[in-house]
């Protein structure tokens, strides 16, 4: 369980409080609270029930997410859904932290080991997009991540700080993942690749840059020849293409947000 179901719940969350006006209990099916570190300073998501009540429940838990059907020992089965995009309520610490990577593109490479690559693309081709494009890239992670050469190194200790690392960068390159979620939460675009393990219309966001050659979602739990041959299918190319389409849509936006709207949105994600 990564933190991108987490994120989920968090987006389920939101849109109950916006509905109801009431804080928010995130549990699994029999009652039992759940809690992450991306809820952390959320005002509306509770870590164990109120004791006069007045909240509401979502339910959210390994095993129990809204986009799976079913499961079994070699296939996820998938459902139709539509993520909301969560909210992020950052320290000034952690907001501190990732100042120094204000502007830069964040690439992620690398996702986490469920025993398949089959959401992965190729490293030779992440090395192949910073070599020939010409942008300042940053990639976040661990000490002793997997880094990818001519790229800023920005080791964090948590998901949390990547997290407040891509609120301030002009765009996200990764594949299919919790920083997919990420960039949705904090607003800023994503070029998402996907392999035919699961497609966007289920977990996506409209509003990233999503490039998928497969026609079908596959959901293997082991690897998977059909959801390699998808990923071979995504050119350097087309991802620099898309790249450099978004971080020019993104400049059209910015430049016609006054000064008043920016400082609103800033004031509105960060926990004083």
Same mark, same amino acid.
């Given at each position: 369980m990564g933190f991108g179901d987490w994120m989920l719940?968090?987006?389920?969350?939101?849109?109950?409080?916006?509905?109801?006006g009431r804080p928010v209990l995130i549990t699994d099916p029999v009652g039992k609270p759940q809690?992450? $570190?991306?809820? $952390?300073?959320?005002?509306?998501?509770?870590?164990?029930p109120l004791p006069a009540g007045g909240f509401v429940r979502v339910i959210s838990s390994s095993g129990n997410r809204p986009y799976i059907a079913a499961k079994?020992?070699?296939?996820?089965?998938?459902?139709?859904?539509?993520?909301?995009?969560?909210?992020?309520?950052f320290t000034d610490a952690e907001l501190n932290f990732?100042?120094?990577?204000?502007?830069?593109?964040?690439i992620e490479p690398n996702g986490k080991a469920p025993g398949h690559k089959n959401k992965l693309w190729f490293r030779d081709r992440w090395q192949e997009l910073v070599r020939k494009t010409p942008h300042h890239f940053v990639q976040c992670g661990p000490s002793g991540s997997d880094w990818l050469d001519?790229?800023?190194?920005?080791?964090?200790?948590?998901?949390?700080?990547?997290?407040?690392?891509?609120?301030?960068?002009?765009?996200l390159v990764t594949t299919e993942g919790g920083l997919m979620h990420g960039a949705a939460a904090v607003g800023t675009p994503a070029?998402?690749?996907?392999? $035919?393990?699961?497609?966007?219309?289920i977990t996506g966001y409209k509003q990233h840059r999503n490039i998928r050659h497969a026609h079908r979602t596959c959901?293997?739990?082991?690897?998977?020849?059909s959801c390699r041959k998808s990923m071979e299918a995504i050119t350097v190319q087309e991802v620099a293409d898309a790249l450099a389409e978004i971080i020019g849509d993104q400049a059209c936006v910015n430049n016609n947000a006054s000064a008043a709207d920016l400082a609103a949105r800033a004031s509105a994600s960060v926990l004083k």
């Open positions: 719940a968090a987006g389920e969350a939101r849109a109950a409080h916006e509905k109801t809690w992450s $570190e991306v809820f $952390e300073g959320n005002p509306y998501i509770l870590r164990k079994s020992a070699g296939r996820w089965t998938w459902k139709p859904y539509t993520p909301i995009p969560a909210e992020m309520f990732a100042e120094c990577c204000r502007g830069k593109i964040m001519g790229v800023s190194r920005m080791p964090t200790t948590t998901f949390r700080q990547a997290l407040a690392v891509l609120s301030v960068c002009r765009a070029v998402v690749l996907w392999s $035919e393990f699961i497609d966007p219309s959901g293997m739990r082991i690897p998977c020849p």
